[in-house]
């Protein structure tokens, strides 16, 4: 039985859908260019973003972009930024020149923006922010499911007082 997509992911799969009809038989060097698509909701678009990648005859891929349909932008890598994480991740220069990445660039942006998508060109990686970063307190639990968890550890807590004041009691009863 086929998946029933929300409105964020059905869009968000029509974008990479077109975007790999539009490069099926692309190849910069030795790479096949490839863009994920989520498979089920993406909670109104929150969880929505999908990645441009370059994947090797190995199966090894680089991230050169990525789209964020729910914010309505997609971001690519200049050549410069992908050929160094290329050369840092793999340890050799990428199979494809800086000509056919512009090639594909050109061809990648237009295709995005018929989305309605902001298209930016960024020359290096954003710096992880504190903010980004999971909040260790944090329940991951929905509200509900957490107000549960307390109830019944508070319960438990109850309930192990009483025992605990109850053998007190019995032995201050029936004495040393």
């Given at each position: 039985m086929p998946k029933i997509l929300t409105?964020?992911?059905?869009?968000?799969?029509?974008?990479?859908?077109?975007?790999?009809?539009?490069?099926?038989?692309?190849?910069?060097?030795?790479?096949?260019?490839?863009?994920?698509?989520?498979?089920?909701?993406?909670?109104?678009?929150?969880?929505?973003?999908?990645?441009?990648?370059?994947?090797?005859?190995?199966?090894?891929?680089?991230?050169?972009?990525?789209v964020h349909a729910g914010e309505k932008r997609a971001e690519l890598r200049t050549f410069a930024l992908v050929a160094g994480v290329h050369e840092e991740r793999f340890k050799q220069s990428p199979s494809f020149s800086e000509a056919e990445y512009a090639a594909f660039l050109a061809k990648a942006e237009p295709i995005l923006a018929a989305f309605g998508l902001e298209v930016s060109v960024v020359a290096e990686l954003p710096k992880a922010r504190l903010s980004d970063a999971p909040d260790p307190l944090a329940s991951s639990l929905p509200p509900g499911a957490a107000r549960a968890r307390l109830r019944t550890w508070v319960i438990l807590f109850a309930i192990l007082a009483v025992a605990c004041g109850g053998l007190l009691w019995a032995r201050q009863l029936l004495g040393p």
């Open positions: 409105q964020f992911s059905s869009h968000a799969n029509t974008i990479a859908d077109t975007f790999r009809a539009a490069f099926v038989k692309t190849r910069l060097g030795e790479c096949t260019v490839e863009m994920t698509a989520p498979d089920e909701s993406t909670r109104g678009g929150l969880f929505g973003l999908q990645h441009l990648t370059l994947k090797n005859p190995s199966g090894m891929a680089v991230v050169v972009g990525s």
